[in-house]
C-alpha cells in the first residue's frame, strides 16, 4: 500500500480535472508571502503557526475585512500532495518530509528508546497528515477542564463550537443498511467549513471485529459527538462527501478566505522570538527557514500576538523570548522578561501499545491484498479516481470502543486505592514547583474521579479489519516537559514524554493488554482465527507483559498537548480562560498547548472548537478595547 500511494500523484492531476471542486486557489492573490520585504510593516494580529487553529482563527478574524492579519508558518503549502488528500495515505506511514525532525529524549521506561514527537510543519499542520479520524470527548473530558477553574471550558459552552466547525454528511440509506453506520445529525451543525462524512466502503473483516466486541458485552452508543463518546460506536472521517479527499484547515479555513486582501500569509519563516516591552507583546523576529539569508524581520502587532504554533512550538518560543521558568532561561542565557514556571510543563500524549495477530483463515479481499496482488490494486486505483468508491475512501477507519477503567479491570477498585494513596508528587518531572505540584493535585483529584467513572474513557481500540491494533492509552497520570536547548536555543527542543513515569500508567496498560486479547479470542473471531505474534502467546505474566510493553510502546500517536495549560497561575497554569499568557499583554495562545488535561479523543475536532472559541474571545476584546 505504501509503493501505492507513491503512485498517485499523476492520476491525482488528473482527478484534479474530473473534479472541480479541488481546483487550486491562484498563486497570484495578494496574501501569499515568500519573503519577508512584501510584508507590511505591522498588522492588527500576528498569528504564529498556519496549523489547525492558526488557520482558523486567521479566518475568522479576516472575515469583516477591517482587521489585518499576517500568518508565519514555518512550512509550505501543498495542494497536490496524494499523500494528505487520498484517504487511504492516511492508513499508513506518515510522510515525515511534512514533519519536524524532532526526536525525544531517551525514555527510561521504554528501555532508553528514542522516538519520533510529531510536530506537522505544513500548512494545515496536523489537520492536513493526521489519520482523518473526526472525533469528540465525553462530556467528562470538558468538564474536567471547567473544573480546573476555566469557567465558559466545559462541554455546554464548548459544543456550539464543534457544531460551528463542521458540516455533516449523513451516510446513504444503503450505506447504512450495508455496514451498520449509526448517527445523530444533531450532534453536528450543518454548515462549518470542515467536512465530515462516512466511506462508501468498509473491509468484510470489520464486521467480524465488531460483533467480537458485542461478544465481550460491549454495547454499542448511536452517536459518540454529542458528549457520550463510550462503547462501541462509528466515527465520521474528515473527508469531502462529494470528492472523497482529505478536509482539512487549509481546504475549508485558507481557500475559503484566500481573495482577502487583509490576510496575508508568509511561509517557510521560522518565529525567532516575541518583541515584549513593559510586559506587553508588540510584535515578531522573523527569520528564512533555507537559504542564506540570515536577515532577522521585526513585524509588529498593532492589538495582539496569537501563538498557533502547537504544543512543542508554542512554549519553545515563549522560552526563546524570555517568558518561562527563569532558572532555564537563564542557564540558556536568554534576559528573563517573565518567570512563568508552567511554560513546557505538564506535556501529556496518548501513548500507544501493538498488539500484532495473523488472521489465518482471513477473507478476501483484507486490508494486506493491495500490497501483494497488483491486479487488486490496479482496480482499487480505477474505482478510486473513476468513482470515488471503494477501499481507498477509507482512511484509518471509522469504528472504535473507548472503555472505562471499570471495563476493562475488574479490578480496577483496587488500582483507584493505590492512586488515592499514591505520593504522585514523587513522580513529577524534577521542574515542577510548588504551583505546578499544587496544579498537579488538582489534576489528580479529576482524574481519580474519571477513573472511577463509567462515563470516561481510558482505553481506545480503533479497528477497521486488520489484525494489528493499538491500545492507546486516554488519561496519563504521567508528565511530560519540552524545553529548549540551554546550549542552542535555536536548536531542535529536548522533548520528554516521560512515558510511564508513573508506574500506574504502567499497571492501567498491562489491563488493557489482557482485555484486548480476550477480543481477538472472541467467538466472533474465530472464523478469522487469529495467531498472536507481538508479543506472543508465550507472554503471560505481568512480569512478561510489562516487559513487552516497554518494548512495543510508543509515547505518542502525535497528540502532544498541555504544555501551555489552560489554568490559574496558583497552580502553574500558562493562560486564563480569555487564553491570554498570565502577566503578558496582547499575547495569547490557541492550540493544543492550552488543554490542561488530554480528552480522550483524537484531539482535531477539539482543536477546531478551541480555534472557534478563541476567535471570538479575540473579537471581544477588540469590541470591548481590551487588547
Given at each position: 500500500?505504501?509503493?501505492?500511494?507513491?503512485d498517485?500523484?499523476?492520476?491525482?492531476?488528473?482527478?484534479?480535472l474530473?473534479?472541480?471542486?479541488?481546483?487550486?486557489?491562484?498563486?497570484?492573490?495578494?496574501?501569499?508571502?515568500s519573503?519577508?520585504?512584501?510584508?507590511?510593516?505591522?498588522?492588527?494580529?500576528i498569528?504564529?503557526?498556519?496549523?489547525?487553529?492558526?488557520?482558523?482563527?486567521?479566518?475568522?478574524?479576516?472575515?469583516?475585512g477591517?482587521?489585518?492579519?499576517?500568518?508565519?508558518?514555518?512550512?509550505?503549502?501543498?495542494?497536490?500532495?496524494p499523500?494528505?488528500?487520498?484517504?487511504?495515505?492516511?492508513?499508513?506511514?506518515?510522510?515525515?518530509?511534512?514533519?519536524?525532525?524532532?526526536m525525544?529524549?531517551?525514555?527510561?521506561?521504554?528501555?532508553?528508546?528514542?522516538?519520533?514527537?510529531?510536530?506537522?510543519?505544513?500548512?494545515?499542520?496536523?489537520?492536513?497528515?493526521?489519520h482523518?479520524?473526526?472525533?469528540?470527548g465525553?462530556?467528562?473530558d470538558?468538564?474536567?477542564?471547567?473544573?480546573?477553574?476555566?469557567?465558559?471550558w466545559?462541554?455546554?459552552e464548548?459544543?456550539?463550537?464543534?457544531?460551528?466547525s463542521?458540516?455533516?454528511t449523513?451516510?446513504?440509506?444503503?450505506?447504512?443498511?450495508?455496514?451498520?453506520?449509526?448517527?445523530?445529525?444533531?450532534?453536528?451543525?450543518g454548515?462549518?467549513?470542515?467536512?465530515?462524512?462516512?466511506?462508501?466502503?468498509?473491509?468484510?473483516?470489520?464486521?467480524?471485529?465488531?460483533?467480537?466486541w458485542?461478544?465481550?458485552?460491549v454495547?454499542?452508543?448511536?452517536?459518540?459527538a454529542?458528549?457520550?463518546?463510550?462503547?462501541?460506536?462509528?466515527?465520521?472521517?474528515s473527508m469531502?462527501?462529494?470528492?472523497?479527499?482529505?478536509?482539512?484547515?487549509?481546504?475549508?479555513?485558507?481557500?475559503?478566505?484566500?481573495?482577502?486582501?487583509?490576510?496575508?500569509?508568509?511561509?517557510?519563516?521560522?518565529?525567532?522570538?516575541i518583541v515584549?516591552?513593559?510586559?506587553?507583546?508588540?510584535?515578531?523576529?522573523i527569520?528564512?527557514?533555507?537559504?542564506t539569508?540570515?536577515?532577522?524581520?521585526?513585524?509588529?502587532a498593532?492589538?495582539?500576538?496569537?501563538?498557533?504554533?502547537?504544543?512543542?512550538g508554542?512554549?519553545?518560543?515563549?522560552q526563546?523570548?524570555?517568558?518561562?521558568?527563569?532558572?532555564?532561561?537563564?542557564s540558556?542565557?536568554?534576559?528573563?522578561?517573565?518567570?512563568?514556571?508552567g511554560?513546557?510543563?505538564n506535556l501529556?500524549?496518548?501513548?500507544?501499545?501493538?498488539?500484532?495477530?495473523?488472521?489465518?483463515?482471513?477473507?478476501?479481499?483484507?486490508?494486506?491484498?493491495?500490497?501483494?496482488?497488483?491486479?487488486?490494486?490496479?482496480?482499487?486505483?480505477?474505482?478510486?479516481f473513476?468513482?470515488?468508491?471503494?477501499?481507498?475512501t477509507?482512511?484509518?477507519?471509522?469504528?472504535?470502543?473507548?472503555?472505562?477503567?471499570?471495563?476493562i479491570?475488574?479490578?480496577?477498585?483496587?488500582?483507584?486505592?493505590?492512586?488515592?494513596?499514591?505520593?504522585?508528587?514523587?513522580f513529577?518531572?524534577?521542574?515542577?514547583?510548588?504551583?505546578?505540584q499544587a496544579?498537579?493535585?488538582?489534576?489528580?483529584?479529576l482524574?481519580?474521579?474519571?477513573?472511577?467513572s463509567?462515563?470516561s474513557?481510558?482505553?481506545e481500540?480503533?479497528f477497521?479489519?486488520?489484525p494489528?491494533?493499538?491500545l492507546?492509552?486516554?488519561?496519563?497520570l504521567?508528565?511530560?516537559?519540552?524545553?529548549?536547548?540551554?546550549?542552542?536555543?535555536?536548536?531542535?527542543?529536548?522533548?520528554d514524554p516521560?512515558?510511564?513515569?508513573?508506574?500506574?500508567d504502567?499497571?492501567?496498560?498491562v489491563?488493557?493488554?489482557?482485555?484486548?486479547?480476550?477480543w481477538?479470542s472472541?467467538?466472533s473471531?474465530?472464523?478469522?482465527?487469529p495467531?498472536?505474534?507481538?508479543?506472543?502467546?508465550?507472554?503471560?505474566?505481568?512480569?512478561?507483559?510489562?516487559?513487552?510493553i516497554?518494548?512495543l510502546?510508543?509515547?505518542?500517536?502525535?497528540?502532544?498537548?498541555?504544555?501551555?495549560a489552560?489554568?490559574p497561575?496558583?497552580?502553574?497554569g500558562?493562560?486564563?480562560?480569555?487564553?491570554?499568557?498570565?502577566?503578558?499583554?496582547?499575547?495569547?495562545?490557541?492550540?493544543?498547548?492550552?488543554?490542561?488535561?488530554?480528552?480522550?479523543?483524537?484531539?482535531?475536532?477539539?482543536?477546531?472548537?478551541?480555534?472557534?472559541?478563541?476567535?471570538?474571545?479575540?473579537?471581544?476584546?477588540?469590541?470591548?478595547?481590551?487588547?
Amino acid at each position: 500500500m505504501v509503493r501505492l500511494i507513491a503512485d498517485l500523484a499523476a492520476k491525482l492531476a488528473l482527478f484534479v480535472l474530473i473534479v472541480p471542486c479541488l481546483a487550486l486557489p491562484s498563486r497570484g492573490l495578494a496574501q501569499v508571502k515568500s519573503r519577508a520585504s512584501e510584508l507590511s510593516e505591522s498588522y492588527d494580529y500576528i498569528i504564529v503557526g498556519g496549523g489547525t487553529s492558526g488557520l482558523g482563527v486567521a479566518d475568522r478574524l479576516t472575515q469583516d475585512g477591517t482587521k489585518t492579519v499576517l500568518v508565519v508558518e514555518y512550512g509550505y503549502l501543498e495542494d497536490m500532495s496524494p499523500d494528505i488528500l487520498v484517504p487511504a495515505a492516511a492508513t499508513y506511514g506518515r510522510n515525515m518530509s511534512h514533519f519536524l525532525d524532532y526526536m525525544s529524549v531517551p525514555q527510561i521506561e521504554l528501555n532508553n528508546q528514542t522516538t519520533i514527537a510529531y510536530a506537522p510543519t505544513i500548512v494545515g499542520g496536523a489537520s492536513a497528515v493526521d489519520h482523518m479520524i473526526f472525533d469528540r470527548g465525553s462530556v467528562n473530558d470538558y468538564d474536567n477542564w471547567e473544573k480546573l477553574q476555566n469557567p465558559g471550558w466545559g462541554w455546554n459552552e464548548l459544543f456550539p463550537y464543534f457544531q460551528k466547525s463542521v458540516t455533516f454528511t449523513p451516510p446513504t440509506s444503503g450505506e447504512q443498511e450495508k455496514y451498520g453506520y449509526t448517527y445523530d445529525e444533531s450532534a453536528y451543525g450543518g454548515n462549518g467549513p470542515i467536512y465530515a462524512s462516512y466511506p462508501p466502503f468498509q473491509w468484510p473483516q470489520q464486521k467480524l471485529q465488531w460483533n467480537a466486541w458485542l461478544d465481550l458485552g460491549v454495547k454499542p452508543t448511536k452517536e459518540g459527538a454529542g458528549g457520550e463518546a463510550l462503547g462501541l460506536f462509528w466515527i465520521p472521517s474528515s473527508m469531502d462527501p462529494k470528492t472523497k479527499t482529505r478536509s482539512y484547515a487549509k481546504t475549508g479555513y485558507y481557500d475559503a478566505s484566500s481573495s482577502r486582501e487583509n490576510y496575508h500569509i508568509l511561509m517557510g519563516y521560522q518565529a525567532r522570538e516575541i518583541v515584549i516591552s513593559n510586559l506587553r507583546a508588540e510584535g515578531i523576529i522573523i527569520q528564512a527557514r533555507a537559504g542564506t539569508n540570515t536577515t532577522n524581520t521585526k513585524v509588529s502587532a498593532k492589538r495582539e500576538v496569537v501563538l498557533a504554533a502547537g504544543a512543542f512550538g508554542s512554549p519553545i518560543l515563549l522560552q526563546r523570548s524570555g517568558v518561562g521558568p527563569k532558572d532555564l532561561l537563564r542557564s540558556a542565557g536568554i534576559d528573563v522578561k517573565l518567570d512563568l514556571p508552567g511554560v513546557g510543563q505538564n506535556l501529556q500524549d496518548h501513548s500507544a501499545t501493538i498488539l500484532q495477530y495473523n488472521y489465518t483463515t482471513n477473507l478476501e479481499p483484507n486490508t494486506l491484498t493491495a500490497n501483494i496482488s497488483p491486479t487488486f490494486k490496479a482496480e482499487v486505483e480505477e474505482e478510486y479516481f473513476n468513482n470515488q468508491t471503494g477501499p481507498m475512501t477509507v482512511g484509518y477507519g471509522n469504528s472504535a470502543v473507548f472503555l472505562p477503567l471499570s471495563a476493562i479491570d475488574p479490578n480496577y477498585e483496587n488500582l483507584l486505592a493505590k492512586l488515592a494513596a499514591q505520593d504522585s508528587a514523587n513522580f513529577l518531572p524534577s521542574t515542577y514547583d510548588t504551583t505546578l505540584q499544587a496544579g498537579y493535585s488538582l489534576q489528580k483529584t479529576l482524574l481519580q474521579a474519571s477513573f472511577a467513572s463509567h462515563k470516561s474513557a481510558i482505553l481506545e481500540v480503533w479497528f477497521h479489519g486488520d489484525p494489528t491494533v493499538l491500545l492507546v492509552f486516554q488519561k496519563p497520570l504521567s508528565r511530560g516537559t519540552v524545553s529548549i536547548n540551554t546550549t542552542s536555543p535555536f536548536s531542535n527542543p529536548l522533548i520528554d514524554p516521560r512515558t510511564f513515569s508513573n508506574p500506574l500508567d504502567l499497571e492501567i496498560d498491562v489491563s488493557m493488554v489482557k482485555y484486548v486479547r480476550k477480543w481477538f479470542s472472541a467467538a466472533s473471531q474465530g472464523s478469522l482465527t487469529p495467531v498472536e505474534n507481538l508479543p506472543g502467546n508465550a507472554v503471560q505474566s505481568d512480569e512478561q507483559i510489562i516487559a513487552a510493553i516497554r518494548q512495543l510502546s510508543s509515547p505518542s500517536v502525535g497528540h502532544p498537548m498541555g504544555t501551555c495549560a489552560m489554568m490559574p497561575l496558583k497552580l502553574g497554569g500558562v493562560v486564563g480562560p480569555d487564553l491570554l499568557v498570565h502577566g503578558i499583554k496582547g499575547l495569547s495562545v490557541v492550540d493544543a498547548s492550552i488543554m490542561p488535561l488530554a480528552p480522550a479523543t483524537h484531539p482535531i475536532s477539539t482543536v477546531y472548537a478551541v480555534a472557534e472559541k478563541a476567535s471570538d474571545l479575540i473579537k471581544s476584546r477588540e469590541s470591548s478595547g481590551s487588547c
